[in-house]
């Protein structure tokens, strides 16, 4: 067995029923719990990132952490990952990638309300908070080896999955492939600029991502729509497609070997909580920077990154992908979603791409980069963070120069280790959530009975 059979065999055990079995199951019981909470407070959320307060403790604004987390979350995911998830599930693939998110913004909602109730400051005055820390205050003392596993697991993340390798691979191909730019090349100007932007902390991280988010966002979006327009006639029976192949499986066609039901129902959820990241507990550590003092406000802000990033950003790469036909080819990762926005954009498609996809991958790195440091801040305190980086900074030099299908095996296996103590305690502290939940909106029913008083004495 080589190296590459083994990591396969591995990622089949931690991406194994007993996984996503907690993953959905942990959306569900909060959903419940919540009272589809993702459902009738989405507008609220929505309204609170332009117009939370920002007047609690933190280093950034709601905004900035948000942009922080989307960082992270909108990247290669959605372009590379939803190409290899359909690419290896069939149309189906984006079925439950779906579900995955519409169970997954409860769980992200949850778990970032957690890091603003237990975060605390470190040593050198920063916000410090995520799963290691509600794990250890909200659940007890006793449960800190739970605590330091996702710490090590978060490492590893930043280090070995989605922090540098997919990344790095993303923006070199991507370079390469349209305007023929060589590996080392890209390599050398990549981590010059990761560098620059990183040694500056959180607060140089949201800057630089609160300006990067939202053009990268839009620009993207608008090139997928555009696709989708070329495509029009073809939109119906995609999404047909996409819902009858999810319970039924796909038949092998052209380049496409063929996928059963279990094949879409795995790469959809894995692919899903890579893009969106919910209960993977990387959302909560930037969410516990903001500047709030409602954990809950923080919870539905960051709620919407899920939304966004999955909803909105993975459908539409999902359906330019089954309406051009392409997943039926030869291609794979990028190069994929590539040939399909080129149907309709055939000469400024591939630039579009190129850039959209370099800046998606660099702040993925920016993001990654933080929430690494504060994994790191946490096992060994503020003095390890300079050699932190230093070892980051080193592996996206040498991000480059890997395979594709190596990289999404460790990326897999990483995120799946990080995973498990983070939904184990946001169960335990569902209870904890459901309180935070109505001290906040019995605040919101409080203030809005004063207001309506005040406008009825006026009257």
């Excluded at 905004?63 to 939803?82: K, R, Y």
């Excluded at 799963?131 to 659940?139: N, V």
């Excluded at 790095?168 to 990549?190: D, H, K, Q, R």
């Excluded at 296996?413 to 569902?430: K, Y």
Aim: positive net charge.
């Amino acid at each position: 067995m080589d190296f590459f059979e083994l990591l396969n065999k591995i990622d089949g055990i931690v991406w194994g029923p007993p996984l996503l079995l907690l993953l959905v199951g942990t959306g569900i019981w909060l959903t419940i719990r919540l009272k589809l909470l993702q459902v009738f407070r989405l507008p609220l959320a929505i309204k609170l990132i332009f117009t939370a307060k920002n007047n609690g403790k933190g280093d950034v604004t709601s905004f900035g952490a948000l942009c922080t987390a989307m960082a992270a979350t909108i990247g290669t995911g959605n372009i590379v990952g939803v190409a290899t998830a359909i690419k290896a599930g069939g149309p189906g693939a984006l079925f439950w990638m779906w579900l995955a998110a519409f169970f997954g913004m409860a769980t992200k909602y949850a778990e970032c309300l957690l890091a603003v109730k237990y975060r605390q400051v470190d040593a050198k005055g920063q916000m410090s908070g995520g799963p290691m820390y509600y794990i250890e205050k909200g659940m007890g003392e006793r449960y800190k080896p739970l605590a330091i596993m996702f710490a090590i697991s978060g490492v590893l993340v930043a280090f070995f999955g989605i922090g540098t390798f997919p990344q790095v691979n993303a923006i070199v191909s991507a370079g390469e492939l349209s305007f023929n730019i060589p590996p080392m090349a890209t390599a050398v100007v990549l981590t010059s600029l990761v560098a620059l932007v990183t040694i500056g902390g959180i607060k140089r991280i949201a800057q630089v991502t609160t300006k990067v988010v939202p053009f990268m966002a839009v620009l993207y979006i608008m090139i997928c729509a555009g696709t989708l327009l070329y495509h029009s006639e073809q939109v119906p029976q995609a999404i047909n497609t996409v819902l009858t192949s999810a319970f039924t499986g796909t038949a092998a066609t052209g380049g496409f070997l063929g996928a059963t039901v279990m094949m879409a129902l795995r790469n959809g959820f894995a692919r899903g909580v890579f893009s969106n990241e919910s209960g993977l507990g990387s959302a909560p550590i930037a969410a516990a920077a903001a500047k709030t003092k409602w954990p809950a406000e923080q919870g539905l802000i960051s709620m919407t990154g899920t939304f966004f990033d999955t909803i909105i950003v993975c459908t539409l790469t999902g359906l330019a992908l089954v309406v051009t036909g392409v997943w039926q080819g030869d291609a794979n990762g990028a190069a994929l979603t590539q040939e399909a926005i080129n149907t309709a954009f055939p000469v400024i498609g591939t630039y579009i791409m190129t850039i959209g996809l370099a800046l998606f991958a660099f702040t993925t790195i920016l993001g990654w980069n933080y929430y690494g440091e504060r994994c790191c801040e946490y096992l060994f305190g503020v003095k390890g963070i300079p050699f932190y980086r230093y070892i980051f900074i080193g592996l996206v030099a040498t991000g480059a120069f890997l395979e594709l299908d190596l990289i999404w095996q460790l990326a897999d296996i990483v995120n799946g280790l990080m995973a498990i103590p983070n939904l184990i305690a946001v169960l335990a502290l569902s209870g904890v959530v459901c309180a935070e939940t109505k001290r906040y909106l019995d605040h919101l029913k409080t203030q809005e009975e004063n207001l309506q008083g005040k406008h009825h004495t006026a009257n």
